[in-house]
C-alpha cells in the first residue's frame, strides 16, 4: 500500500514538472518568435520571416497539449491549495503564450510588407522594445519557477518603459506622416508592429499577474504598477 502511494506521488510530481517543463518551452519559443522577427526586420530577412509564421503551429499544438495536462490533472488527482493554483494558473500562463505566438507571427506578416518597401529611416526603437519583451516574457516564466514575487512585480514595472516607447514611436510617426504624406502607409505598417509588442508586453504582464497569484493567492492583475502609463 505505501509502495502504491509513494508510486503515485512520484507519477504526480512528475506531471507537474512535465508542465512546467513545457511553460517554459512554449516561452521560450515566443522569446525566440520574437528574436527571428526583429532580425527579419533590421536586416529585411524575408526568408526568416516566414520561418516565423509557420513555427507558430508549433505554440499553438503546445497550448492544446498543456492545457489538455493540466485539465486531466485537475480531473485525476483533484489537487488542493498551491497546486490547485499552479495548475489553473498554468492554463491561463498557456493562453498568453499562446496570443504572444500569434502577435509574433503577425509582427513578421508586417515585416513581409515592409522588406518589398523602401526603408524611411533606420529600426532603433523597435528592436529595443522587442529586447525588452524579451527580457520580459523570460523574467516573468522564471519568477514562476523560483516563485520570486519580486521579480514578477519587475516584469509589472516594465511594461510602463514599454507603453512609453510605444507612444513615443506613435507621436514620431505622426510628424513624419504630415510632412511627407506619400509614406504614411509604410509608418501606418510600423505603428501596428509597434501597438503588437506593446500588446504582447500587456500578456508578459498577464504572466507575471499569474504569477504572483499562484505565489501569494492574491490577485494584483488591476492593481495599477510603480509608475503612471503615459
Do not use: W
Amino acid at each position: 500500500m505505501e509502495e502504491a502511494k509513494r508510486h503515485t506521488s512520484a507519477e504526480y510530481e512528475r506531471e507537474l514538472q512535465e508542465i512546467r517543463d513545457g511553460l517554459l518551452y512554449m516561452g521560450a519559443l515566443t522569446e525566440k518568435a520574437l528574436e527571428k522577427g526583429t532580425t527579419a526586420l533590421v536586416e529585411r530577412d524575408s526568408e526568416l520571416a516566414k520561418q516565423v509564421i509557420c513555427e507558430d503551429d508549433q505554440i499553438d499544438r503546445l497550448d492544446f497539449e498543456l492545457e489538455e495536462k493540466c485539465i486531466r490533472l485537475l480531473a485525476l488527482r483533484q489537487p488542493a491549495a498551491r497546486d490547485l493554483r499552479f495548475i489553473t494558473t498554468s492554463i491561463k500562463i498557456t493562453g498568453h503564450l499562446e496570443r504572444i505566438g500569434d502577435m509574433a507571427a503577425n509582427i513578421t506578416e508586417k515585416v513581409l510588407i515592409l522588406n518589398e518597401i523602401p526603408q524611411i529611416k533606420a529600426y532603433i526603437d523597435l528592436p529595443r522594445m522587442a529586447q525588452i519583451v524579451r527580457g520580459m516574457i523570460h523574467r516573468s516564466l522564471d519568477a514562476m519557477v523560483s516563485e520570486d514575487v519580486e521579480l514578477a512585480h519587475r516584469v509589472r514595472e516594465e511594461d510602463v518603459i514599454i507603453d512609453r516607447l510605444n507612444e513615443q514611436i506613435f507621436r514620431e510617426l505622426l510628424t513624419f506622416m504630415m510632412e511627407e504624406p506619400h509614406k504614411i502607409q509604410v509608418c501606418l505598417y510600423i505603428m501596428q508592429i509597434s501597438k503588437s509588442l506593446e500588446r504582447i508586453a500587456d500578456h508578459a504582464e498577464g504572466i507575471a499577474d499569474m504569477v504572483i497569484y499562484m505565489i501569494t493567492g492574491k490577485s494584483v492583475r488591476h492593481q495599477p504598477t510603480c509608475g503612471p502609463k503615459g
